[in-house]
T-cell receptor, first 110, second 114 residues
Framework: DQQVKQNSPSLSVQEGRISILNCDYT??????FLWYKKYPAEGPTFLIS???IKDKNEDGRFTVFLNKSAKHLSLHIVPSQPGDSAVYFC?????????WGAGTKLIIKP | EAEVAQSPRYKITEKSQAVAFWCDPI?????LYWYRQILGQGPELLVQ????????DSQLPKDRFSAERLKGVDSTLKIQPAELGDSAMYLC????????????FGPGTRLTVL
């Protein structure tokens, strides 16, 4: 039973446009959420996070939105750049576990 | 910039052989994680250390997998015997402490079991 779901295996976006990556979770005990980015042949790198006491967190071109009632979060990248092409993982934390989604491959088209 | 080191980067072995992976975390990071990632899936936690103690190894297949972090610094993950289904990327990560702290990942070891 997947507690953290990224339902889109891949997403293709034109350079300069907005990329929106989605993540759904089932466990209401999750209180902290993170996004990691992974390039081929490299380990994941931390991108941005959000606590459940907030509904938005912004860092430069990256914004994460949290909708607790819908158990949904999204990562917005504006504007999208070629270097953003990577696999993006959503991860959720409760007091004793960190659960990762399966990832979404983002492709930025020139 | 400090990095998590892992070796080897690639390993090809035959089933029933033993394999070992090594990880050197960022200096000062008390928490060390070993993950297994199968293509198309997210990282799956195998074991988490806090200093030299195991915090969570509930997903570690203990009949064939073992992990140690004897001095609370570097760590070794061993598989004996390897099975075809063990083919995956094995990732090591470290952080200062809690699960909400940023985890810094090494480049991983790509294991292929023939």
């Amino acid at each position: 039973d997947q507690q953290v779901k990224q339902n889109s295996p891949s997403l293709s976006v034109q350079e300069g446009r907005i990329s929106i990556l989605n993540c759904d979770y089932t466990n209401s005990m999750f209180d902290y959420f993170l996004w990691y980015k992974k390039y081929p042949a490299e380990g994941p790198t931390f991108l941005i996070s959000i606590s459940s006491i907030k509904d938005k967190n912004e860092d430069g071109r990256f914004t994460v939105f949290l909708n607790k009632s819908a158990k949904h979060l999204s990562l917005h990248i504006v504007p999208s750049q070629p270097g953003d092409s990577a696999v993006y993982f959503c991860a959720a934390v409760s007091n004793y576990q960190l659960i990762w989604g399966a990832g979404t491959k983002l492709i930025i088209k020139p | 910039e400090a990095e998590v080191a892992q070796s080897p980067r690639y390993k090809i072995t035959e089933k029933s052989q033993a394999v070992a992976f090594w990880c050197d975390p960022i200096s000062g990071h008390a928490t060390l994680y070993w993950y297994r990632q199968i293509l198309g899936q997210g990282p799956e936690l195998l074991v988490q250390f806090q200093d030299e103690s195991v915090v969570d190894d509930s997903q570690l297949p203990k009949d064939r997998f073992s992990a140690e972090r004897l001095k609370g610094v570097d760590s070794t993950l061993k598989i004996q015997p390897a099975e075809l289904g063990d083919s995956a990327m094995y990732l090591c990560a470290s952080s200062f402490g809690s699960l909400t702290d940023t985890q810094y990942f090494g480049p991983g070891t790509r294991l292929t079991v023939l």
